[in-house]
């Protein structure tokens, strides 16, 4: 059949109106990406393809589930072919696989394109993985197809698919989501997906549409193909749960998926993303400043890496004595980065500190560094539900010591803040 009538005569040509409007309606909504991108492919990509997936899903089983019993319906399987049964099955589901791929590929597509943002694979890596868990859809519809009237095999399978896919974000068990098909997570700057977030979603289906596949084999015993069918999708169901089945709810993310750019002051490399670079000089300046300024009031600081969090995403990741981890990016909007770098130079990195002896730490440390106007906005901010005790006293106390005794204090209250 030719490839033009193929596409003419197929169920998706009618049906392709009402399934490309539905991904697109949602990007035009919850599915538009926010407005504070850095023009980041992936948190780009990510937002209209995650209420994609469902739609994608479900008109490719519905549509399958339909070409397969039109061909039933007509003893195609009945006739003898030179051509096999699967090459006569791909071909009819090629239409439906491409339809399917549209879907996918228009929003996010759609996305990049209003952002001016070019593709990565780290943004893209998701949709292959929707692009081919598409294929495995058709394959389950097409096999559903075979033994079930077209009337009632496509609505179904329609319902069934989007609400497996797109409801399990809700299921407790946080497995679910990790084997959906679905990508389930919208990304944030400096996010990418993890290898081990995207196999199982391909595993998991492709193991019921291969089992389905393996029943269709040309066999005289159909227990054999049987058995057979049941062994793959039982080996490919059983150990895809098994290797998420420690996973929370949040998939495998990777984090700095971003080029740095470094600038260097001394010994100690300022690095921040090349999306915000332009800002770079400014952070290397108030590195330099607040080192210089510690170091006058005898306490030498020698850092390696001062490194923007930006990128970390979701996962804060705490500073150690060689890397001190700043928002670079949010001081240098807001003309305060000499008073992040200070904070991060308190090295109060435990998850809990003191309250009462962090405040009074990071005030010293703005007196030190020039900064005590920005450290006044953060206690006002910080000091809403009231104050643990009494900074200003306590800060007064400590200045008026002579000054090797302040270096002392604060290398020792630092350290004390994280063991109180």
């Given at each position: 059949m030719?490839?033009?009538v193929?596409f003419r005569t197929?169920?998706?040509?009618?049906?392709?109106?009402v399934?490309?409007?539905l991904?697109?309606?949602?990007?035009?909504g919850?599915?538009?990406?926010?407005?504070?991108?850095?023009?980041?492919?992936?948190?780009?990509?990510?937002?209209?393809?995650?209420?994609?997936?469902?739609?994608a899903?479900?008109?490719?089983?519905a549509?399958?589930?339909?070409?397969s019993?039109s061909?039933?319906?007509?003893?195609?399987?009945?006739?003898?072919?030179?051509?096999?049964?699967?090459?006569?099955?791909?071909?009819a589901l090629?239409?439906?696989v491409?339809?399917?791929?549209?879907?996918?590929?228009?929003?996010?597509?759609?996305?990049?394109?209003?952002e001016?943002?070019?593709?990565t694979?780290?943004?893209?890596s998701?949709?292959?993985?929707?692009?081919?868990v598409?294929?495995?859809?058709?394959?389950?519809?097409?096999?559903?197809?075979r033994?079930?009237?077209?009337?009632?095999?496509?609505?179904?399978l329609?319902?069934?698919t989007?609400?497996?896919v797109?409801?399990?974000?809700?299921?407790?068990?946080?497995?679910?989501?990790?084997?959906?098909g679905?990508f389930?997570e919208?990304?944030?700057?400096?996010?990418?997906?993890a290898?081990g977030?995207?196999w199982?979603?391909?595993?998991?289906?492709?193991?019921i549409a291969a089992?389905?596949m393996?029943?269709?084999l040309?066999?005289?015993?159909?227990?054999?193909?049987a058995?057979?069918?049941?062994?793959?999708?039982?080996?490919g169901?059983?150990?895809?749960?098994?290797?998420?089945?420690n996973?929370?709810?949040t998939?495998?993310?990777?984090?700095?998926?971003?080029?740095m750019?470094?600038?260097?002051?001394?010994?100690?490399?300022?690095c921040?993303?090349?999306?915000?670079?332009?800002?770079?000089?400014?952070?290397v300046?108030?590195?330099?400043?607040?080192?210089?300024d510690?170091?006058?009031?005898?306490?030498?600081?020698?850092?390696k890496t001062?490194?923007?969090?930006?990128?970390?995403?979701?996962?804060?990741?705490?500073?150690?004595?060689?890397?001190?981890?700043?928002p670079?990016?949010?001081a240098?909007?807001r003309d305060d980065?000499?008073?992040?770098?200070?904070?991060?130079?308190?090295?109060?990195?435990c998850?809990?500190?003191?309250?009462?002896l962090?405040?009074?730490?990071i005030?010293?440390?703005?007196?030190?560094?020039?900064?005590t106007?920005s450290?006044?906005?953060?206690?006002?901010?910080?000091?809403?539900?009231?104050?643990?005790?009494d900074?200003?006293?306590m800060?007064r106390?400590?200045?008026?010591r002579?000054?090797?005794?302040?270096?002392?204090w604060?290398?020792?209250?630092?350290?004390?803040?994280?063991t109180?």
């Amino acid at each position: 059949m030719k490839i033009t009538v193929l596409f003419r005569t197929s169920p998706a040509v009618w049906a392709a109106p009402v399934a490309l409007a539905l991904p697109l309606l949602y990007y035009l909504g919850p599915g538009r990406p926010p407005a504070d991108n850095f023009g980041y492919a992936p948190e780009i990509t990510s937002y209209p393809l995650r209420f994609a997936y469902p739609f994608a899903y479900a008109v490719t089983s519905a549509l399958a589930a339909w070409v397969s019993a039109s061909l039933r319906q007509a003893g195609v399987w009945d006739m003898n072919h030179a051509r096999s049964r699967y090459r006569i099955a791909a071909q009819a589901l090629l239409p439906v696989v491409t339809l399917a791929w549209t879907m996918l590929i228009l929003p996010p597509l759609t996305a990049l394109t209003v952002e001016g943002t070019w593709p990565t694979w780290d943004s893209v890596s998701p949709l292959v993985v929707g692009m081919i868990v598409c294929v495995e859809h058709a394959v389950i519809g097409f096999a559903v197809g075979r033994w079930v009237p077209k009337v009632i095999a496509a609505p179904v399978l329609a319902v069934v698919t989007w609400v497996a896919v797109a409801f399990t974000v809700t299921v407790d068990a946080p497995w679910v989501r990790h084997v959906s098909g679905a990508f389930p997570e919208q990304l944030m700057f400096g996010e990418a997906p993890a290898w081990g977030a995207l196999w199982p979603h391909v595993a998991f289906t492709g193991s019921i549409a291969a089992a389905l596949m393996v029943a269709w084999l040309p066999v005289r015993r159909r227990a054999v193909a049987a058995a057979a069918a049941l062994a793959v999708a039982a080996a490919g169901v059983t150990s895809t749960c098994k290797a998420v089945k420690n996973y929370d709810y949040t998939p495998p993310l990777k984090t700095y998926a971003v080029t740095m750019e470094c600038g260097h002051t001394g010994g100690t490399a300022v690095c921040m993303p090349e999306q915000t670079a332009g800002a770079l000089p400014q952070a290397v300046k108030a590195t330099q400043k607040v080192l210089a300024d510690f170091a006058a009031a005898g306490v030498p600081l020698r850092p390696k890496t001062v490194i923007d969090t930006l990128p970390e995403g979701r996962f804060a990741t705490p500073s150690t004595a060689s890397t001190w981890r700043v928002p670079l990016t949010a001081a240098t909007d807001r003309d305060d980065a000499a008073f992040a770098v200070a904070v991060a130079a308190t090295g109060m990195n435990c998850p809990s500190p003191d309250p009462l002896l962090r405040r009074v730490v990071i005030a010293w440390a703005a007196h030190v560094t020039g900064t005590t106007p920005s450290w006044q906005r953060l206690r006002a901010s910080i000091d809403r539900q009231g104050s643990p005790g009494d900074v200003d006293g306590m800060l007064r106390s400590v200045l008026s010591r002579p000054a090797k005794e302040q270096a002392d204090w604060f290398t020792t209250t630092s350290r004390k803040a994280c063991t109180v």
